[in-house]
């Protein structure tokens, strides 16, 4: 068994009994199909209890764990058949104890409870003290409901679990005096946890005693599994006086006259999810009964699990209102399942929605937006699709052809309506540009020519010049190039004779 079912203040006493049942039942291949009835039967409590602890097992708390997983089963004929309940997976590292099947049967829940915790103890070596166990057994009803009982009715507790032969107490032999408790597997006394063996006359109920009477739970009878009176009866509960014959009678809770708050006012743990919660934004206080939903309920907002914390209890109540009305008017569960988990998929995604979500409104976005049917008139249409055999609706494709249709021919009678306007000429084509040449720059240098000979080679020249040659230097480079060359005497004779000849003088 988890220690979180064992120690939580979350479950009630019965919840132990009842984990230990379902998880020995379901240990079959078919698991625990037994009726609330049988179960029942089998740990001698009544079937509200049974049906309360279930509720508190198969429900996920706050940090979104539910430890009996149920399924409800339907024949063909459409009779209903037993659930069929397991228990969940625990996750490696959890703290557990080990406990014997047996127990349950023959213990009642709340001795249950202290023999848990002892044998968990036992395991631990760890040293118990008697306020200790006082924080793990706690009123269940009355105003006292969820404080830790007191020491005298844990002791009496204790002194009837070792009476059953289930644990030893081993008075003042522990470390600094206390006592030392020791658990054992099998009683050590037979009892009766065979729902087939009933015994042969009740026992006689011991009388208590007329002075100091000694209640395990409080000061009075527990009444969870009913009360004494339906109604009022003022000829025996209260005397004839004048506030019982037609006087002057004040209102409850109305104006100045409100509940004034009390010093040991129950933890928020223990009080209904409904208390001093503001239920409109005029800012008035709820005052209904706390918030309960059903497991169908829980299992349909399993895809926004991790939401509902931020969820005001107020709209968690009218989400499940709308749920179980869709559920009654015949909507599954896992459609509203799969419509939910679609819708928030693309929400996360990045939707139209994503920014009204961020700002804290996703209970209203649940309840205006995800939990909605979308799709045409008829019941089995779901976003468009036939739910049942998952093709297109046939007349939300008609719809959409219509609608398309009528959106082509409005667009048709704008256009014709449209004036003609005449279209301006075309502009003439720009003429084409000549090609750009590009000239080099600067321009480059103009050519000095052949180096001229040096003094030497003039000389050389000179010395070996012929007639011939020097005519033809003249002819080539003109008179004054040729006189550079093979200088002045060589040259002015030839260039006389080329004058008086008729030639022209360079």
């Known amino acids: 068994m988890p220690l979180r079912v064992v120690v939580g203040a979350q479950y009630r006493d019965s919840a132990l009994s009842v984990y230990m049942k379902v998880k020995a039942l379901a240990m ?5 199909r037994a009726k609330v009835v049988t179960i029942a039967s089998y740990l001698g409590l009544s079937v509200s209890e049974v049906e309360r602890a279930l509720t508190q097992l198969t429900t996920a708390g706050t940090d979104g764990i539910a430890e009996v997983i149920t399924r409800r089963h339907t024949s063909r004929d459409g009779e209903g058949e037993s659930a069929e309940r397991w228990i969940r997976q625990m996750d490696e ?14 213990l009642p829940p709340r001795q249950l409870r202290l023999y848990a915790v002892i044998a968990y103890a036992q395991i631990r070596r760890m040293p118990l003290s008697l306020a200790e166990l006082r924080a793990v057994v706690r009123h269940q009803y009355g105003d006292a409901a969820g404080e830790p009982l007191g020491e005298r009715q844990v002791m009496r507790l204790l002194d009837d679990l070792e009476t059953t032969g289930w644990i030893t107490i081993h008075r003042r032999q522990g470390p600094r005096g206390r006592h030392a408790y020791e658990a054992h597997l099998r009683p050590l006394r037979p009892v009766l946890d065979d729902t087939a063996e009933e015994p042969a006359a009740p026992p006689a109920l011991a009388a208590p005693a007329p002075a100091t009477p000694d209640i395990h739970d409080g000061s009075a009878p527990r009444t969870a599994d009913g009360s004494p009176a339906t109604e009022e009866d003022r000829t025996t509960d209260r005397p004839l006086t004048s506030e019982g014959c037609g006087g002057i009678r004040r209102r409850r809770d109305a104006g100045s006259y409100r509940a004034a708050p009390v010093e040991n006012a129950a933890e928020p743990t223990f009080r209904g999810a409904g208390h001093d919660e503001k239920r409109s934004s005029s800012g008035g206080t709820y005052r209904g009964p706390g918030l309960q939903l059903s497991p169908r309920v829980w299992q349909v907002l399993e895809p926004v699990r991790t939401e509902l914390p931020g969820i005001s209890p107020y709209l968690l109540r009218r989400i499940g209102q709308e749920i179980g009305r869709q559920l009654s008017a015949g909507v599954g569960m ?6 939910l988990l679609t819708r928030y998929s693309r929400l996360t ?4 929605a994503t920014e009204q979500v961020q700002r804290g409104e996703v209970g209203r976005w649940i309840l205006g937006a995800a939990l909605v049917r979308q799709g045409c008139r008829l019941d089995s249409c779901e976003d468009g699709i036939t739910w049942a055999t998952g093709e297109r609706c046939a007349l939300c494709a008609n ?3 219509t609608a398309q249709a009528l959106a082509a021919a409005a667009a048709e009678e704008d256009r014709a309506q449209r004036p003609v306007v005449a279209e301006p000429p075309p502009d003439p084509p720009a003429p084409v540009r000549p090609p750009v040449t590009w000239l080099p720059w600067p321009p480059p240098p103009p050519d000095p020519g052949p180096e001229p000979p040096s003094t030497d080679e003039r000389e050389q020249l000179r010395a070996t010049a012929t007639p011939a040659a020097v005519r033809q230097a003249l002819a080539d480079l003109g008179a004054p190039a040729a006189i550079r060359l093979y200088g ?8 006389a004779t080329d004058q008086h000849d008729g030639g022209t003088p360079a």
């Open 93 to 106: 590292g959890e703290l557990f104890v080990w406990l014997p099947a047996r127990a349950a049967t023959s």
């Open 399 to 401: 719809i959409a052809a």
């Open 488 to 495: 002045r005497a060589l040259v002015l004779p030839h260039l």
């Open 349 to 352: 995604a990045g939707g139209p």
């Open 334 to 339: 896992e459609r509203l399942t799969t419509r």
């Open 28 to 32: 079959r291949p078919e698991n625990c």
